[in-house]
């Protein structure tokens, strides 16, 4: 057990950097998770911190005393504490909750080849993190697996996005830096890119198919290389008097369409059989 008591300390300014700098995330293929939430959906995918860094106020909570010893006796994880002081120097948030997990970031590279997925999301230019987080939420509970990222979209492995997806990121397959238009013409399936001007609606398209979706930047939209490279492209009917909804919003909705055709073709078909047994 590692007891810190000072801001100076090695590891504390490991936590900070992390923290604060995208490109040393980068490099290090790690990063932070703030809370008992988060952590506990990383262990529940089946995955171990590098360490758990708990405060002395933290270590008062029952939840986050019996995450520990779970966590000590079953995988071993090593068990950093801190003074109150030094926590609050390296938490995200300014109401800390007493209990951050160090972990490696995934490294999952973009596929080269013919891409065979049934439903799978590319994001161009996302520069919001809580826009981000919330379309990585909004994917992995839409089924989603795969969520291919442009160079230039915000950190998907920043604190703020952490937070905002909370938990998504550990069922998801998250590709960064990806080559959005090879994406697209690898993909096995069509290829629906999103804008609030667009002829075609959502409703008009069948997406029982395997479908992948483009969204874009919250302000350009998709760049003009990507709009030439989609099968097809939808907007989302809006007869009231607004002109664009936000970007994680207009996700969740196309997303969820995919969902409600699924479900009723399934139904469909399970009524088909139960009436095909019936006659036999």
């Not at 080559?179 to 690898?186: E, P, R, S």
């Not at 809006?238 to 699924?262: C, H, T, W």
Request: proline residues 5%; glycine residues 6%; neutral net charge.
């Amino acid at each position: 057990m590692l007891q810190i008591t000072s801001r100076e300390h090695p590891v504390v300014k490991q936590l900070v950097r992390l923290q604060k700098s995208a490109r040393f995330r980068k490099q290090s293929r790690l990063t932070v998770l703030d809370g008992i939430h988060l952590i506990q959906c990383y262990l529940s995918a089946g995955n171990i911190p590098q360490n758990l860094v708990v405060s002395e106020a933290g270590q008062q909570n029952i939840e986050i005393a019996a995450l520990l010893e779970n966590c000590n006796i079953r995988h071993k994880t090593q068990i950093i504490r801190m003074t109150n002081c030094v926590f609050e120097k390296i938490s995200p948030v300014l109401s800390p909750t007493g209990i951050l997990a160090h972990i490696a970031i995934p490294d999952t590279a973009c596929p080269d080849g013919p891409i065979h997925q049934k439903f799978c999301v590319l994001l161009e230019t996302i520069q919001d993190p809580g826009n981000l987080g919330a379309i990585l939420r909004s994917a992995a509970s839409a089924g989603a697996d795969h969520i291919y990222l442009s160079p230039d979209c915000t950190d998907a492995w920043s604190p703020k996005t952490l937070r905002a997806a909370m938990g998504a990121h550990f069922f998801l397959s998250i590709h960064t830096d990806c080559n959005l238009t090879g994406i697209a013409t690898q993909f096995q399936g069509q290829v629906i890119g999103t804008s609030p001007i667009a002829a075609k609606h959502l409703y008009q398209f069948d997406l029982t198919v395997p479908t992948a979706f483009v969204f874009g930047n919250e302000g350009a939209g998709l760049s003009k290389a990507m709009q030439q490279t989609v099968t097809d492209m939808a907007s989302i009917p809006m007869p009231g008097r607004i002109e664009s909804l936000n970007a994680a919003a207009a996700a969740s909705i196309f997303l969820y369409e995919k969902v409600r055709q699924d479900m009723l073709t399934s139904e469909v078909t399970q009524i088909t059989e139960n009436s095909i047994g019936t006659k036999k």
